[in-house]
């Protein structure tokens, strides 16, 4: 079986200070992590992937993420953030023998001016 | 424009009432999903779609069927609601899904359910 925990509800950061959401999965094979995000009244949209190679990956909107397969951890990160970067932020995971996708309950990210 | 397009966009019924909401995508996609979201769970599987005429059970589909007789749709539908069936729901597609590959998902802009 495969799972995703994203262990806060909430993230707040002021703008220009870095972010970090976080992500642990289980899986029993190799791990696909994705992660989304959702705005207002929208579905949600994809940012980033990993499947192998390099642990860190980048993606959409300057949005970057760590793979650490020890501590089998998927956070995602920016250096810089905005205010629109508002928004409510799904990981994902799927176990390469899997054919589905299990998404995590999700973070609100809060930025404030 | 490639996109996934749902309706109805917002949907109140009554209970035992059947429904169908549709779905399709002008990808040429082989993979689709139906998803629900409420609060506090994040989002469930319902229903997925490899291909035509091929759909599999996802983590919560009692109460639901789909079909998938052409590429491009894949409605979902409820035969007799339940008020807990009411939830955001979103349908979603792929190129593919197979060992090796991994493909992101694109996401339709979601039909929301009310059930009286």
């Known amino acids: 079986a495969q799972s995703v925990a994203q262990p806060e509800d909430q993230v707040n950061v002021a703008e220009g200070n870095p972010l970090t959401v976080k992500c642990t999965y289980s899986?029993?094979?190799?791990?696909?992590l994705f992660w989304y995000v959702q705005y207002p009244n929208r579905g949600l949209q994809f940012l980033l992937k990993?499947?192998?190679?390099?642990?860190l990956v980048k993606g959409s909107y300057g949005f970057e993420a760590e793979f650490n397969k020890s501590q089998t951890s998927f956070h995602l990160k920016k250096p810089s953030a905005l205010v629109s970067d508002s928004a409510l932020y799904f990981c994902?995971?799927?176990?390469?023998?899997?054919?589905?996708?299990?998404f995590g309950k999700g973070t609100m990210l809060l930025v404030s001016p | 424009e490639a996109q996934v397009t749902q309706n109805p966009r917002y949907l109140i019924t009554v209970t035992g009432k059947k429904l169908t909401v549709t779905c399709s995508q002008n990808?040429?996609?082989?993979?689709m999903s139906w998803y629900r979201q409420d609060p506090g769970l994040g989002l469930r599987q319902i229903y997925y779609?490899?291909?035509?005429?091929?759909?599999d059970k996802g983590d919560v589909p009692e109460g639901y069927k789909v079909s998938r007789k052409e590429k491009r749709n894949f409605p979902l539908i409820l035969e007799s609601p339940s008020p807990n069936q009411t939830s955001l729901y979103f349908c979603?597609?792929?190129?593919?899904?197979?060992?090796?590959?991994?493909?992101?998902?694109?996401f339709g802009p979601g039909t929301r359910l009310t059930v009286t």
């Open positions: 779609s490899m291909n035509v005429e091929a759909t």
């Open positions: 899986v029993s094979g190799n791990p696909y």
């Open positions: 990808m040429n996609h082989e993979y």
């Open positions: 994902a995971v799927r176990d390469g023998g899997y054919s589905t996708l299990t």
């Open positions: 990993y499947i192998t190679g390099d642990n």
């Open positions: 979603a597609s792929s190129l593919g899904f197979r060992t090796g590959n991994l493909y992101e998902q694109y």
